[in-house]
C-alpha cells in the first residue's frame, strides 16, 4: 500500500487469505504460479477491508490433471 497502511493483524490476515483463496483457484486450474512473491500480490481497499489480487503470471507452467 502506497499512502494506506495495513494496521492490524485481522486485516493483515484479511491480506493474506483473499491470496491465498486466489491461489487455490488457479491451482484447481491446473496453473502454477513459480514467482508468487509479496511484490506479486496487489492490494486495494480501504482500512477494515482489504482485498488482495495475484499478479504476474508471466511465468507459470500449466499443470495437466489427467488420471493415468
Known sequence: ??????????EFYQVA???ANGMVFVSKQGIVH??????NILVSG???YYSSKIA???IFTL????LS
Open 56 to 58: 504476474d503470471f508471466d
Open 63 to 66: 499443470v495437466c490433471l489427467c
Open 17 to 19: 487469505s483473499t491470496a
Open 34 to 39: 513459480r514467482d508468487l512473491a509479496c511484490r
Open 46 to 48: 480501504r482500512p477494515g
Open 1 to 10: 500500500l502506497v499512502n494506506d497502511k495495513i494496521s492490524t493483524e485481522s
